[in-house]
T-cell receptor, first 115, second 118 residues
């Protein structure tokens, strides 16, 4: 299996622009997570999908952030409009709810820089 | 609320030394899962181990070993005979119990930066 695939790996954009991050989870996994990593706040969960349905979006910082999962093999995280404080590494992870205690597998992350 | 504390921000050792990374957690759940992840300089997060709250057996995998003590809410990670390739940021994490709608969410500690010098 190719693992969790994220694109792009790096994104540099100007303040005010729309940014879309993409994620393809591991085939067969039915849970998908978006995390953000910054020096100040560490790794924090933004939103969590189960069977393509958003379960918990309490970590989404504000209305500028939105996430979708139109099918089991694709998810997007959109920031509109972007701001410099959104600069971070965004990770997508997936796991299977089959059985107990399955771990989350992470993609390689998207490093976002907003200038 | 769940919380994970990794008190050691940075650790520096010389190759072949043993090193222990501490992890203390807080949760109201009686069933939960604990994890360790490694983040090498390349940036990806690599899963190392999962431990169930009802299984306090220590685990060894090659040079890696984990000591889970429920009585002290600790899940410490030891690398024996460290190598330069072990240099990375190591994260301890806690997940909510299975069965709930939020199962699978990870609460991470702040991470410990391990540098192994040749």
């Amino acid at each position: 299996d190719a693992g969790v695939i994220q694109s792009p790996r790096h994104e540099v954009t100007e303040m005010g622009q729309e940014v879309t991050l993409r994620c393809k989870p591991i085939s067969g996994h039915n849970s998908l997570f978006w995390y953000r990593q910054t020096m100040m706040r560490g790794l924090e969960l933004l939103i969590y999908f189960n069977n393509n349905v958003p379960i918990d979006d309490s970590g989404m910082p504000e209305d500028r952030f939105s996430a979708k999962m139109p099918n089991a093999s694709f998810s997007t995280l959109k920031i509109q409009p972007s701001e410099p404080r959104d600069s971070a590494v965004y990770f997508c992870a997936s796991s299977s709810r089959q059985g107990l205690g399955t771990e989350a597998f992470f993609g390689q992350g998207t490093r976002l820089t907003v200038v | 609320a769940q919380k994970v504390t990794q008190a050691q921000t940075e650790i520096s050792v010389v190759e072949k030394e043993d090193v222990t990374l501490d992890c203390v957690y807080e949760t109201r759940d009686t069933t939960y899962y604990l994890f360790w992840y490694k983040q090498p300089p390349s940036g990806e997060l690599v899963f190392l181990i999962r431990r169930n709250s009802f299984d306090e057996q220590n685990e060894i995998s090659g040079r890696y070993s984990w000591n889970f003590q429920k009585s002290t809410s600790s899940f410490n990670f030891t690398i024996t005979a460290s190598q330069v390739v072990d240099s990375a940021v190591y994260f301890c994490a806690l997940s909510e119990p299975p069965g709930g709608t939020s199962y699978g969410k990870l609460t991470f500690g702040q991470g410990t930066i391990l540098t192994v010098h040749p």
